[in-house]
Structures are given as structure tokens and as C-alpha cells.
Antibody, heavy 120, light 107 residues
Framework: EVQLVQSGAEVKKPGESLKISCKAS????????IGWVRQMPGNGLEWMGI????????RYSPSFQGQVTISADKSISTAYLQWNSLRASDTAMYYC?????????????WGQGTLVTVSS | DIQMTQSPSSLSASVGDRVTITCRAS??????LNWYQHKPGKAPNLLIY???SLQSGVPSRFSGSGSGTDFTLTITSLQPEDFATYYC?????????FGQGTKLEIK
């Protein structure tokens, strides 16, 4: 069974750094893209970016390029989403997602979500 | 970047109804169109990929059609568990943008 298990909820202050994680299991980690989707309170889904652990290829949405860093450690089948300096506007639910490498590339598996709250 | 526009933004329907949600891409995306269902407090779930292919385990009352720029998601005989928010997403080119969502509510 494919599972994406995300790290727990975080409460941080503006300006702080943060790295959340997503542990994958049940499939070959290097055969799929892994990425992140944001949902701000009361809003829809926003595609942030994807990372291919097989060759470290990475694609960011222009809206998130330079604002976050997506990475992965294939030795432990874990993906990460990192901020160097959080803002209140980063308050959101963040979903880890698995994306098929070839074909039509749907998101076929989702993590349970990590709620990030940024408040002074 | 490709923009995705869904309509309507919200929809009221009754159990047993047939509903259709539309999604339009700002340029041709062939059949690189996916549909997801999202319920409050849960992770979204893939319903349809490649515009019309039903994801394994998804009930056959869900169907998708379209190609190029115009797509539809149809739910026949609505069930109580179908009341949720639905999103389209293009996976033709990155960023794989989502539509703004359609909230399906009970009438």
C-alpha cells in the first residue's frame, strides 16, 4: 500500500525557518515525482512544485520559486519542504503528493497534510 | 503558464441528481486533465485522469470527457457522500495548475 506520512502540525513566528517532511512507503521512491500542494484557509489547491528523486530534477511553480525549497533524501524515501523565513501568509495546509513519472502525470496519492500556522 | 477555469464555483443539487462541472484551459492541453474530490478534513482524492480514465476504486457514476481546452466532469445519480469540492488540474506542462474548485452542496 502506497503511503505518504507527513510530519506534524507546526506553529511558528514570522521570520523563523521551518522544514516539514513526508515519508514515502509502499513503492519505489525513485520511480515517481514527489511534490507539494498548498491550501490556504478558505482557498483552493495550489500546485507548488515537484522533485524527481531518480535524477534530482525539480520543477517549481513561479509563484513559489525562491520562496520555498523542495528536496528529498532517497536513502530514506523522504521529501521535504523548507522555508528560510516564514511569513504570516505561509499559514496553510500543505499536502505531500506523488505524481506519476510518465503518461498523464496525475497526482495519484496524497499525504494527510501538515498544518503550518505562522503568527506573532 | 496555463490557467484553469472551472464553472460553476458552487452548485446545489439533490441526492439522485445528475450534475456536470466544466473546466476550461487557457490553451490546448490535449487530454492532460485530471479531476479530484476534496472533502473537509481529508486529503483530496483522484477521480479521473487523462480526461476520461476512471481511477481504480472510483464509482462508475463519475465520468469525464473533453480534450483540447474544454472538459467536463459528470456525476450521475448523486449520493450523499459525493457532496464535496471538486478540482480540475492540468498536467500538460508545469506548473500543473488547478482550477479554483467547484463546491457541490446539498439542496
Amino acid at each position: 500500500e502506497v503511503q505518504l506520512v507527513q510530519s506534524g502540525a507546526e506553529v511558528k513566528k514570522p521570520g523563523e525557518s521551518l522544514k516539514i517532511s513526508c515519508k514515502a512507503s509502499g513503492y519505489s521512491f525513485t520511480d515517481y515525482w514527489i511534490g507539494w500542494v498548498r491550501q490556504m484557509p478558505g482557498n483552493g489547491l495550489e500546485w507548488m512544485g515537484i522533485f524527481y528523486p531518480g535524477d534530482s530534477d525539480i520543477r517549481y511553480s513561479p509563484s513559489f520559486q525562491g520562496q520555498v525549497t523542495i528536496s528529498a533524501d532517497k536513502s530514506i524515501s523522504t521529501a521535504y519542504l523548507q522555508w528560510n523565513s516564514l511569513r504570516a501568509s505561509d499559514t496553510a495546509m500543505y499536502y505531500c503528493v506523488r505524481v506519476r513519472r510518465g503518461g498523464y502525470k496525475p497526482i495519484d496519492s496524497w499525504g494527510q497534510g501538515t498544518l503550518v500556522t505562522v503568527s506573532s | 503558464d496555463i490557467q484553469m477555469t472551472q464553472s460553476p464555483s458552487s452548485l446545489s443539487a439533490s441526492v439522485g441528481d445528475r450534475v456536470t462541472i466544466t473546466c476550461r484551459a487557457s490553451q490546448s492541453i490535449s487530454s492532460y486533465l485530471n479531476w479530484y474530490q476534496h472533502k473537509p478534513g481529508k486529503a483530496p482524492n483522484l477521480l479521473i485522469y487523462a480526461a476520461s480514465s476512471l481511477q481504480s476504486g472510483v464509482p462508475s457514476r463519475f465520468s469525464g470527457s473533453g480534450s483540447g481546452t474544454d472538459f467536463t466532469l459528470t456525476i450521475t445519480s448523486l449520493q450523499p457522500e459525493d457532496f464535496a469540492t471538486y478540482y480540475c488540474q492540468q498536467s500538460y506542462s508545469t506548473p500543473h495548475a488547478f482550477g479554483q474548485g467547484t463546491k457541490l452542496e446539498i439542496k
